[in-house]
């Protein structure tokens, strides 16, 4: 599983890079986020890319463990929570990112401000959960 290691760790290091850069952005206002197109640009990309990460190591640990193949985005975390890696308090957020990830990539034209905006203040510790519970994974596997 070292390879597979290798991948998690490249991956959950780039996702503290988004959720930092994210972190940068909380302290702008609404009305600063709705009137700069580049700032909203690089919020929903960079929400893309750091919910994509998470989907990665999802994906690439239920490979390397040989859990069920996810039917969906979705499924990914579904498949985390049923292997004991991701806890029932963290699930429903999970899929609530999946779906956000969707509406950002296949509804990019009518994204809703508000609810980009609110999530770059309210939901960047999902994150952080998602990449402890990881790490504490691994450190159980491990040992």
């Known amino acids: 599983m070292a390879g597979v290691d290798e991948v998690i760790s490249s991956r959950l290091k780039l996702l503290n890079q988004y959720v930092d850069e994210l972190r940068s952005m909380q302290g702008i206002s609404f009305k600063e986020y709705q009137d700069n197109k580049l700032i909203r640009k690089f919020v929903e990309r960079t929400f893309q890319t750091a919910i994509e990460a998470c989907l990665d190591v999802g994906n690439h640990l239920i490979s390397s463990e ?47 401000d508000a609810a980009v905006y609110g999530a ?3 939901r960047l510790g999902d994150f952080d959960e998602f990449a402890r519970a990881i790490v504490a994974y691994l450190e159980r596997e491990s040992a």
């Open 66 to 112: 040989g859990f069920r193949y996810p039917e969906d985005n979705k499924d990914i975390f579904q498949v985390l929570h049923e292997e004991g890696i991701v806890s029932s308090h963290l699930l429903p957020r999970l899929i609530r990112m999946a779906g956000f990830r969707s509406v950002l990539v296949h509804n990019y034209a009518d994204l809703d």
């Open 120 to 122: 770059l203040k309210k």
